[in-house]
């Protein structure tokens, strides 16, 4: 939903910008409290570049016709680089992704038990080894 909305940016700036003289005041004063400016459409962007990774995530570890505990490992891995700040990242992503991070890091990190770490890595090495041979 938010990157439709996204993609349709202009046609949302445009219903703010168009005069409607059919509309009372009321109706447009309400408009109005709806209208998004610069940093409200940086911030859906920065929470749209976030997200998007995770969602990548979460639909590739949902499958149910493949073994998805295999997948893990790397998608840990993919997730712990993607989210940390680049230096061209706004300040907003930046601090989202700092955020986010520190939550993965504590879950996969801190709250993740050794053995459970152990079993994602022979899942990650069976399945490699499998692909190898």
């Known amino acids: 939903m938010l990157k439709r909305l996204l993609d349709h940016q202009e046609v949302v700036k445009s219903v703010f910008i168009h005069k409607f003289t059919s509309i009372s005041s009321e109706q447009r004063s309400?408009?109005?409290?709806?209208?998004?400016?610069?940093?409200?459409?940086d911030l859906m962007q920065?929470?749209?570049?976030?997200?998007?990774?995770?969602?990548?995530?979460?639909?590739?570890?949902?499958?149910?016709?493949?073994?998805?505990?295999?997948?893990?490992?790397?998608?840990?891995?993919?997730?712990?680089?993607?989210?940390?700040?680049?230096?061209?990242?706004?300040s907003i992503l930046a601090l989202f992704k700092k955020s986010i991070l520190a939550q993965f890091e504590f879950y996969f990190d801190i709250k993740m038990t050794k053995?459970?770490?152990?079993?994602?890595l022979v899942c990650f090495f069976q399945i490699l080894s499998l692909t190898i041979c």
């Open 46 to 90: 920065a929470l749209h570049d976030v997200f998007q990774p995770l969602e990548l995530a979460t639909r590739s570890l949902s499958g149910k016709h493949y073994a998805t505990l295999a997948l893990a490992y790397t998608t840990i891995s993919i997730l712990r680089v993607g989210l940390k700040p680049k230096e061209d990242d706004s």
């Open 115 to 120: 053995k459970q770490k152990e079993l994602l």
């Open 30 to 41: 309400s408009l109005n409290k709806g209208y998004l400016d610069h940093t409200n459409w």
